[in-house]
Structures are given as C-alpha cells and as structure tokens.
C-alpha cells in the first residue's frame, strides 16, 4: 500500500504564494505520474495539475502561469508551487499517485484558503 504525505496548506492573502509538498512511500521506479487535484467548496473535485516520472506536465487553465509542480529526481516527492493565489483558489487540495502494481493513490487532502 502507498503512503502519502502531504504539507504546505494554510491560510494566505490574495497575490501571496504557498508550496504543497506530497511524499509517497516506495521505490521511485514505481510511480509514473503524481499530481494534485482540488475540490472548492460545492464543486467537483479538479484536476490541477500532474507531472510524468518523464517530466511532462499537465496544468488546468486556471492555474497556468501561477503554478508550477515539479517532482524530485529520484524520489516519490511532488512539489505544487501556486503563486499569485485568488480566492478562488480557496480549496482542500489531494494528491495523487499512479502506481504501477497498485493503481491510483490518494492523500487525505490538505486546505488551502486564500483571502480576499
């Protein structure tokens, strides 16, 4: 089983910056995309943004340009830096793991709430 670590939520005012990191347990070799997805309060949960153990990324729209995730060489460590934050940023953030025996793996989310 995939354990997740997630840090680096808080409470921050509009135009300020914060850094989501997720740590997954076992071999890096072992798993091919990370990412993080986000649920607003009374919406869908949304992809943010991903990244390949090749190094391809994937951002939503609404974040491109203000966010960046990057994944430490060799290690099951994803970053999400999110700078320029809105409220509408406001949201309990999850990461995610594609694991290549187990599937897909979810953290227990961590809130970020920005205000205005």
């Known amino acids: 089983q995939v354990q997740l670590v997630e840090s680096g939520g808080g409470l921050v005012q509009a135009g300020g910056s914060l850094k989501l990191s997720c740590a997954a347990s076992g071999s890096p070799f072992s798993i091919t995309l990370m990412g993080w997805y986000r649920r607003a309060p009374g919406k869908q949960r949304e992809l943010v943004a991903r990244?390949?153990?090749?190094?391809?990324?994937t951002y939503a729209d609404s974040v491109k340009g203000r966010f960046t995730i990057s994944r430490e060489n060799g290690k099951n460590t994803v970053y999400l830096q999110m700078n320029s934050l809105k409220p509408e940023d406001t949201a309990v953030y999850y990461c995610?793991?594609?694991?290549?025996?187990?599937?897909?793996?979810w953290g227990q989310g961590t809130l970020v709430t920005v205000s205005s």
């Open positions: 995610n793991v594609l694991h290549i025996l187990t599937g897909e793996h």
């Open positions: 990244v390949t153990n090749s190094g391809t990324t």
